[in-house]
């Protein structure tokens, strides 16, 4: 998988389609030379771009190293290479360190942890082989380590950089990336655009797609969190490639605090892409004889278009990045609380809810905020956490023992990172907040940020949360955080290093989770930020699912859902039936359309089903008991974009096992027209040697259903849905 040709200079590194080439360049840099379909070698010599180019700089005078006109694998500040540098450094006298230069490597089987970082994870007989280039600076001694993992079957390569100083003084990071590369920034004469998941809260991971021009374009986060705003991830691609065809070169940080990722493209005709922490706002003291480790990253290249990118990430963070006890596991479907009764509940109210969630099928109940301390709304309360006896005289074990006595699972909201201004814990210790110095700090949702760069706010927390996650018999625990962090400075750590603060809020988060589902192995964790506002890599490596979004209406989830789908699999989406009007968007929908949106993720329920009408119960139980039936398929089956919300009134997607033996189609309609009618969906997925039957028995051979497609219905009906399944067994 990773080889080095001595003769041609070159590092290899090979998946089983694809394969990744750097070049040593006058013994010193690194140049990045090709990342696409395998090639087993290439045979360009390094002088090719060695071009004396008016105003570029002789980085290895008199040798006639145009650094500036190559494209790199690392950039090296003050080299010539005015583009982002890979690292940037300073000697505690301030002079920066510019020197560093290739000097070995290391090729090791498997793959080693990140130690108190989120990475992609390694088990015993995978084919896995990690690549290690090592860079120095001979005058400063400090010690670069450029990690490439390849995962052969998955074709996927992860980055990440080690920094050392073996000096005896500090020095100063001033900016690290997680990855550097530069890339032709055309591919069969048509330039690369960016794609990207922007977006706000309730309308989160929405597909932007445009040309990249000259100069810098950046996806960021300055929010202590990775954000509704923007996902850390993007993809270069020319405007050709589709869903079905084309090529793609994308990028996904493991991280979910400040990040950046930005693309750089130059007079040369490339583009650098780089990756990682966000530099505004951050350094890092690193002390003498200590180290520092960026984040991963995940490099995905594709040739078989969108479709083929995302299912590549899908297998991938299904198999190699959530928790091992639930990356593969089928999810229960699930009742919350939430919309049904915000703050105004109790003990009866819930065991209500519960019961005839049971009566269709449904396998867990979990109750969501206020049930603790003095919170009947988000002004008080957050962060006491003891049971509010008034609402629940019986407390966690009396209302879960019940709950599991109607044969249900029972789960629990929690906001550890938070408090209200009421709270215990600030009163005895004020210093313990992020922002602590001012008088006055600024609140989100009436919410205070505890400092978990302080190492004794995370003992705390992890005292805490061990005795709430062991009252009751809990199975499921929704994990909140409902605001961005503004005062990213820590009272914990010295004037000189304030500016590591909110990358260590990170790591003490990191900690706290890790802990916590380490000690409760059974339960089943789901991230949550103001619905889909820190959906990462990060938090999925501790959370295996994450709540999507707080808009639950069933025509603007199928943006939401298409486009989380580009990176992120179904298993990890959230997706619930609210009430009508909707609590967000007052729209009103039919249940079906709601259900079989929600069906195309981890399916729950946000409301009282003592509430609604016979006919909508009659669809849900329907609905509960197809889910069930095909629930393997849809959770872990491959999913593929079949129409576009983004380009037009009808939206469809497919689940489809490996074998190509069964699928289910979905469709959805927007806005209905007079007349439209004759409407195919092609499904070039399916094996077209193989004769396909749907539920009704009815033959279709698989040629047919790839190059002609299944006829829909006339949909002359706003908000329509429906779907299809086929099998071939």
């Excluded at 090979?14 to 080439?21: A, F, G, I, L, R």
């Excluded at 399916?603 to 069930?628: A, M, P, R, T």
Aim: glycine content about 8%; some cysteine.
């Amino acid at each position: 998988m990773i080889r080095f040709e001595e003769d041609l200079e070159q590092f290899i590194l090979e998946t089983k389609n694809y394969s990744y080439h750097i070049e040593i360049l006058n013994n010193k840099y690194l140049r990045h030379i090709q990342w696409g379909r395998k090639i087993p070698q290439l045979n360009r010599p390094c002088s090719e771009n060695d071009r004396d180019l008016e105003y570029t700089v002789d980085i290895d005078f008199p040798n006639k190293v145009f650094i500036e006109s190559h494209p790199l694998e690392f950039g090296i500040e003050g080299s010539g290479d005015f583009r982002r540098p890979s690292v940037s450094l300073n000697s505690s006298l301030g002079r920066p360190f510019n020197d560093l230069e290739y000097f070995d490597y290391k090729i090791n089987k498997g793959k080693k942890k990140l130690i108190g970082l989120p990475s992609s994870r390694y088990n015993e007989g995978d084919l896995v082989e990690t690549l290690s280039i090592f860079l120095k600076d001979p005058e400063s001694k400090v010690l670069v380590e450029l990690l490439y993992s390849v995962f052969d079957d998955y074709d996927v390569i992860t980055r990440s950089m080690n920094i050392s100083n073996t000096s005896n003084e500090a020095v100063d990071i001033n900016s690290i990336m997680s990855f550097s590369l530069d890339i032709p920034s055309a591919t069969n004469g048509e330039d690369l655009g960016l794609i990207s998941l922007e977006g706000s809260w309730a309308r989160e991971r929405h597909i932007e797609r445009g040309p990249l021009r000259k100069g810098k374009t950046t996806i960021s986060s300055n929010r202590g969190i990775s954000s509704h705003i923007l996902n850390p991830f993007c993809c270069l691609a020319p405007k050709s490639t589709t869903e079905f065809i084309g090529e793609s070169w994308s990028f996904s940080l493991i991280y979910s605090g400040n990040f950046m990722l930005e693309m750089e493209k130059s007079f040369t005709n490339n583009i650098r892409v780089s990756g990682g922490i966000n530099p505004e706002n951050f350094s890092w003291t690193l002390e003498e004889n200590s180290s520092f480790q960026t984040p991963e990253a995940i490099l995905v290249y594709s040739d078989e278009g969108l479709n083929g990118m995302s299912n590549i990430y899908h297998k991938f963070l299904r198999d190699r990045l959530l928790p091992k006890e639930f990356g593969n596991s089928e999810r229960p479907i699930l009742i919350n609380n939430w919309e049904s009764t915000y703050f105004d509940f109790d003990h009866d109210k819930i065991i209500s809810i519960s019961k005839k969630a049971k009566e269709v099928g449904i396998e867990l109940c979990v109750l969501d905020d206020g049930w603790f301390g003095d919170r009947d709304g988000d002004t008080k309360g957050l962060g006491n956490w003891s049971v509010n006896k008034d609402k629940l005289p019986k407390g966690l074990e009396g209302l879960s023992s019940e709950i599991n006595q109607n044969s249900m699972k029972f789960g629990l909201w929690v906001e550890p990172e938070m408090v209200n201004d009421d709270a215990k814990i600030i009163k005895e210790h004020p210093d313990w907040l992020l922002g602590a110095y001012k008088e006055n700090p600024v609140r989100g949702r009436n919410q205070l940020v505890l400092d978990l760069a302080n190492p004794e706010v995370v003992d705390w927390l992890i005292e805490t949360f061990t005795d709430v996650f062991s009252w009751g018999n809990i199975s499921y625990i929704k994990w909140d955080m409902n605001r961005s962090i503004t005062e990213q400075f820590s009272e914990h750590l010295p004037p000189k290093r304030k500016k590591e603060s909110s990358h260590r809020y990170v790591l003490g988060l990191y900690r706290l989770m890790d802990t916590l589902v380490t000690k409760f192995p059974k339960i089943l964790f789901e991230g949550c930020s103001g619905g889909g506002g820190r959906f990462d890599p990060g938090i999925l490596f501790y959370m295996p699912q994450y709540w999507t979004s707080d808009n639950t209406d069933g025509i603007a989830r199928l943006k939401i859902q298409y486009g989380t789908s580009l990176v992120y699999p179904i298993i990890t989406m959230g997706a619930h039936v609210s009430v009508c009007p909707n609590h967000q968007l007052n729209r009103v929908t039919p249940m079906n359309l709601r259900l079989n949106a929600a069906m195309s993720g981890n399916l729950g329920f946000e409301l009282d089903l003592n509430d609604i009408q016979d006919s909508d119960l009659k669809i849900v139980k329907e609905g509960i008991d197809f889910y069930k039936k095909h629930r393997p398929l849809i959770q872990l089956g491959e999913f593929y974009r079949l129409r576009s919300p983004y380009n037009g009134e009808l939206t469809s997607w497919m689940f489809i096992n490996r074998e190509k033996t069964e699928f289910i189609l979905f469709w959805f309609v927007d806005r209905g027209e007079i007349s439209y009618y004759n409407q195919f969906i092609k499904l070039p997925y399916v094996d077209e040697n193989k004769n396909y039957r749907d539920i009704d028995e009815k033959s279709i051979s698989g040629r047919e259903l790839k190059f002609k497609g299944v006829k829909l219905p006339m949909l002359n009906n706003d908000n329509s849905s429906g779907y299809f399944y086929f099998n071939s067994k």
